[in-house]
């Protein structure tokens, strides 16, 4: 079974432009996660998607970041204009539950790097 | 607010002891508690989970303890292996609203067990 894939692995950009990280979920997983984790911290949740509906947002810096699902499949997390404290790994995740009683198996991707100078 | 807290940052463990990694939470609507490995380089993967109403879950080698009166979790890795070197997360789960689920993550203990 294909895992969650993400690209690029690696991004390296300059403050203030712009950038854009892709997710392909699991096939048929109905919920789509983006997670941002800082070197040494644990992932923090920035957004949920159900299908193509947003269901959580709460903590996503919506003045520079932006998320889509379009057709409820593939996702772009984007960021613009970049800061410093971005720097950080951005991990998408996908889950089957339609119900969302239970988001517990969580399959996280990769991760894209991301370094901003 | 650091609404889980692990401990140690960093554990250093002979091959086949076992590795002791502590949690603790303050916010009492949490009702799922799993661990996940992460290598480098890969995104964080499942390890095993608990619920509230057992005090304690085990998987070959992996056991969780759940202390709810006070609030703590721990994973217990028996016989450690050079491969089980990575970094575990504690979480804890809770219902957000709307039916959203959101995952909270301790911040994570570099495990490296020596040969």
């Known amino acids: 079974e294909a895992g969650v894939a993400q690209s690029p692995r690696y991004k390296i950009i300059e403050k203030r432009q712009s950038v854009a990280f892709w997710c392909n979920p699991i096939?048929?997983?109905?919920?789509l996660y983006w997670y941002q984790q800082i070197l040494g911290q644990g992932p923090k949740l920035l957004i949920q998607?159900?299908?193509?509906?947003?269901?959580?947002d709460s903590q996503l810096p919506k003045d520079r970041f932006s998320a889509e699902r379009l057709k409820g499949v593939d996702s772009t997390l984007k960021i613009q204009p970049a800061k410093l404290e971005d720097s950080a790994v951005y991990l998408c995740?996908?889950?089957?539950?339609?119900?969302?009683?239970?988001?517990?198996?969580?399959?996280f991707g990769s991760g894209t790097q991301l370094s901003v100078l | 607010q650091q609404q889980v807290k692990q401990s140690p940052q960093s554990l250093i463990v002979q091959k086949g002891g076992i590795s002791i990694i502590n949690c603790a939470y303050e916010?009492?609507?949490?009702?799922?508690f799993p661990w996940y490995q992460q290598f480098p380089g890969k995104g964080p993967a499942l390890l095993i989970a608990?619920?509230?109403?057992?005090s304690e879950k085990k998987e070959g080698r992996f056991t969780i303890s759940f202390n709810k009166s006070a609030k703590q979790f721990s994973l217990h890795i028996m016989d450690s292996q050079p491969g089980d070197s990575a970094t575990y997360f504690c979480?804890?789960?809770?219902?957000?609203?709307?039916?959203?689920?959101?995952?909270?993550f301790g911040k994570g203990t570099k495990l490296s067990v020596i040969p």
């Open positions: 096939s048929g997983h109905a919920t």
């Open positions: 916010n009492t609507a949490f009702d799922y």
């Open positions: 608990i619920r509230p109403d057992v």
């Open positions: 979480a804890a789960s809770e219902n957000s609203g709307a039916g959203s689920y959101q995952l909270t």
């Open positions: 995740a996908s889950s089957l539950s339609v119900n969302l009683a239970t988001n517990e198996k969580l399959f």
């Open positions: 998607f159900q299908n193509n509906g947003v269901v959580d």
